[in-house]
């Protein structure tokens, strides 16, 4: 079944970071923007924002979604520049507005030129993604929309600006800048990886413009947010409960995939996934279950019948003649059900880590 851009705009709405504080410190190579109180004020903005341009495309993205391939059953890795390439180019303008834009002295309004369209994408599709935008809100000050053709190259000078809320013009262009300087090469903050297309602007991911490390836990608990306050409540005991116990948590962001991932030796035990098209999971790389089968033999029928199928690519072993997910190791919804089951998860995750 294919995931719509509508799908993509629910999931975007939730991985959009939730919770941003109301002061921290920003990194000197943008405060030649404006000062710190007002990039603050503008990444909410911008967040705001977002969330609108995700309701609108809820609401009407069937005028917006005209490709149709179908992701692979088991990718949680999506990318939107060849699934839903409306989005990667209303994200490709917003991008270039913010990054070649000049704020003006008020701060009301950002002047641009026609290096903000992307050769690569048609005059059409370009236009059509400046229409989009002023359904969002945005004001285009320099473009007749309502004509049928036009000449790109002939639009020197484009005034934009956001009545509803100024600030979200600084926020946009400060998010940009981080984009293009984190978002479009490996970086590795601490215990966080932004790889190439983390999609730092359309998350609005504030913790790049901090002037200080992110602790892990604050992206956990903005990841599992639109979880039940019982699954939340569980994760984060699992979290510090391994911890506790001496295993390393990473993250890793990929093109609105969210992986955190705990692992011993090097060796991944468990991760949480949230993406587009496996939804919100536990991830378990077991590989020792042979070391305690009487322990496995207490857990529920369908833990039982998970881990008798094994882990690994199922080609491999024999037991499918296509990819069956079975190298991302054995995956368990993160819903309401998993409340049932937490102690045998415990038990399990603590059997394995006897045997790594």
């Given at each position: 079944m294919r995931r719509t851009l509508k799908d993509m705009a629910r999931h975007l709405k939730n991985v959009i970071t939730p919770e941003i504080p109301e002061t921290y410190t920003i990194n000197p190579m943008f405060r030649d923007i404006s000062n710190e109180?007002?990039?603050?004020?503008?990444?909410?903005?911008?967040?705001?924002?977002?969330?609108?341009?995700?309701?609108?495309?809820?609401?009407?993205?069937?005028?917006?979604?005209?490709?149709?391939?179908?992701?692979?059953?088991?990718?949680?890795?999506?990318?939107?520049?060849?699934?839903?390439?409306?989005?990667?180019?209303?994200?490709?303008?917003?991008l270039s507005i913010g990054f070649n834009s000049v704020l003006s002295e008020n701060a009301q309004s950002l002047d641009v030129g026609?290096?903000?369209?992307?050769?690569?994408?048609?005059?059409?599709?370009?236009?059509?993604?400046?229409?989009?935008?002023?359904?969002?809100?945005?004001?285009?000050?320099?473009?007749?929309?309502?004509?049928?053709?036009?000449?790109?190259?002939?639009?020197?000078?484009?005034?934009?600006?956001?009545p509803d809320n100024p600030a979200m013009l600084t926020g946009l262009k400060v998010m940009a800048i981080a984009e293009r300087e984190f978002g479009t090469k490996a970086n590795k903050f601490k215990a966080i990886s932004y790889c190439r297309f983390s999609d730092i602007l359309l998350r609005c991911d504030y913790r790049v413009l901090k002037n200080n490390e992110t602790d892990v836990i604050s992206i956990l608990k903005d990841t599992i947010k639109p979880l039940s306050v019982n699954v939340q409540d569980f994760i984060l005991q699992l979290h510090q409960r391994y911890l506790d116990k001496g295993l390393k948590c990473n993250v890793e962001i990929k093109d609105l995939w969210i992986k955190i991932k705990y692992s011993c030796k090097r060796n991944e035990i468990?991760?949480?996934?949230?993406?587009?098209?496996?939804?919100?999971?536990?991830?378990?790389?077991?590989?020792?279950t042979h070391k305690y089968v009487d322990a496995i033999e207490k857990f529920p029928s369908f833990l039982q019948e998970m881990i008798e199928k094994g882990y690994g690519c199922g080609k491999k072993r024999g037991i499918s003649d296509s990819c069956d997910g079975g190298c991302r190791g054995f995956r368990i919804s993160l819903d309401d059900s998993i409340i049932d089951i937490s102690n045998a998860i415990e038990t399990w995750f603590d059997k394995e880590l006897l045997f790594v």
């Open positions: 109180e007002n990039i603050r004020e503008g990444v909410l903005a911008f967040r705001n924002f977002l969330y609108k341009l995700c309701d609108i495309l809820i609401a009407e993205g069937d005028s917006y979604d005209n490709h149709k391939k179908i992701i692979h059953a088991f990718d949680d890795r999506v990318s939107i520049s060849v699934y839903y390439p409306f989005l990667h180019n209303v994200k490709c303008l917003l026609n290096n903000i369209f992307n050769t690569k994408i048609s005059v059409t599709k370009n236009i059509r993604s400046l229409r989009f935008l002023t359904d969002c809100g945005i004001l285009i000050d320099g473009i007749d929309l309502k004509q049928k053709k036009h000449d790109l190259s002939k639009f020197e000078r484009i005034k934009i600006s956001y468990w991760g949480i996934n949230a993406s587009l098209n496996n939804g919100y999971q536990i991830n378990i790389k077991a590989k020792n």
